[in-house]
């Protein structure tokens, strides 16, 4: 475990992050008016809110953070390894206000859902407990103290025969529907191929899906929809600072519904985060600049008069992302365009916003915009109906808008300490 406090922890907290601290057997599971009121800001899928009420049952648990002597805010990334960090901060209210700090938890990558499940309530427990001592008697609580196992695997790390790369193979999405008139078949599978370390982050990710669809019509001809879209992803990645990063990616795909019998693409790349990178699980503001090479191989010749081409792209990216207690926003910027044509051109916007409006109040906007001006692959003439309704061929367009909202509003009890898992 990682231990970054702030100042204003005091030295009784700064030495109980070394411990791990539970109630004593006889202390009772329910309190009456529980001293410290705790509202959890974690990811349902990261944090199983009824185990650890069940678990931690001496203090109140509250449905606002309005409403919170402390505000407990969980998030959560991929390690190197495939394993889970988890970064906690407590932030103290009120009589609590000067009480603030942050601590990692990591996660195995063979950890199963209970032993992560364990690990997170045990660091919140942890994390809780300098303000449970302050309105708990402290003979209720027992320690046991783990540091010096920590400390000694952590100099003596276990040899790693595999170097740093994880490779995990996945076969998902497998589907078989068999009707009498109509049969559907789709497949995904493929191999992720990972090793990251301080310096270097590289990815080998070959891919394969199909999708199959037979509609069988009286008296006329069957309908049939066979898609392909197979492909390679790789990149090589270099830290080159707390600030830099350069790199190269490497694509191949081969997709009949957007006419690419083959596409490579070569792209050096360089990325520079306004802010360290040790900064970016809460909160990043990046640049990405690509020169794209491109070679295109086109099962059918294009609108253009081509069956093949090489083609010179350049890309720039600028993307924020932040993750704090009041909500999450991403957003970004996107603009391409061919060197041998500049009208041949694409810009995208992005964005996410989830924002906590007030006691209870939340709203999320969603949103992309897309002016589509690079449709080089089009296959020349008309497409047909029933291209159009199985998605077989790509169609032209000079824009493409998605948009969504979403209120959510809680009301009543703010306490949150019942569990009762009946029909989970």
């Not at 991929?78 to 603030?100: C, D, I, K, P, W």
């Not at 003596?156 to 078989?176: C, H, K, M, S």
Request: aromatic residues 14%; proline residues 5%; charged residues 25%.
């Amino acid at each position: 475990m990682l231990l970054r406090s702030t100042p204003s922890l005091p030295p009784l907290a700064g030495l109980l992050l070394l411990c791990s601290l539970v109630p004593r057997a006889g202390w009772a599971q329910e309190p009456a008016t529980p001293g410290v009121r705790v509202f959890l800001d974690c990811d349902a899928e990261a944090c199983d809110f009824d185990y650890v009420r069940q678990e931690i049952p001496y203090v109140g648990y509250v449905r606002d953070p309005q409403q919170a002597d402390v505000h407990v805010f969980i998030t959560e990334q991929q390690t190197g390894g495939n394993g889970r960090q988890y970064q906690l901060t407590f932030m103290g209210r009120a009589a609590y206000e000067s009480v603030e700090y942050t601590f990692e938890r990591f996660t195995h990558p063979d950890a199963t859902d209970a032993e992560e499940r364990s690990a997170i309530t045990e660091a919140i427990r942890l994390g809780l407990t300098p303000y449970a001592l302050q309105t708990l008697p402290p003979e209720d609580f027992g320690v046991t103290y783990v540091g010096a196992m920590q400390d000694a695997s952590a100099q003596q790390p276990p040899d790693d025969r595999w170097r740093n790369w994880v490779f995990t193979a996945y076969v998902g999405a497998i589907e078989l529907d068999l009707e009498s008139n109509r049969q559907v078949f789709d497949s995904r599978w493929g191999l992720f191929a990972d090793h990251v370390t301080e310096e270097w982050k590289l990815r080998i990710r070959p891919y394969f899906n199909y999708d199959y669809v037979r509609i069988e019509r009286e008296g006329r001809p069957d309908v049939t929809s066979d898609i392909t879209r197979h492909g390679l992803e790789s990149y090589a990645l270099r830290s080159l600072g707390p600030h830099w990063s350069a790199g190269v990616f490497g694509d191949y795909v081969t997709r009949n519904d957007e006419n690419l019998r083959h596409r490579g693409i070569l792209s050096p790349s360089v990325e520079y985060s306004v802010l360290p990178y040790a900064e970016a699980t809460r909160r990043a503001f990046t640049f990405v600049y690509q020169l794209n090479v491109i070679y295109a191989d086109y099962f059918e010749r294009t609108i253009f008069g081509k069956t093949d081409e090489w083609l010179v792209q350049q890309q720039l990216t600028a993307s924020v992302a932040v993750q704090q207690p009041w909500g999450e926003v991403f957003a970004g910027l996107e603009g391409s365009h061919f060197l041998q044509d500049f009208s041949k051109r694409r810009a995208e916007f992005f964005s996410f916003l989830s924002v906590r409006l007030f006691e209870g109040l939340s709203v999320r906007f969603e949103g992309s915009f897309d002016m589509i001006q690079d449709q080089i692959a089009l296959p020349s003439g008309d497409a047909t109906l029933e291209e159009i309704l199985l998605q077989q061929r790509e169609l032209a367009t000079d824009f493409e808008l998605s948009l969504g909202i979403a209120l959510t509003y809680r009301f009543g009890s703010e306490f949150a300490n019942i569990v009762n898992t009946r029909f989970d």
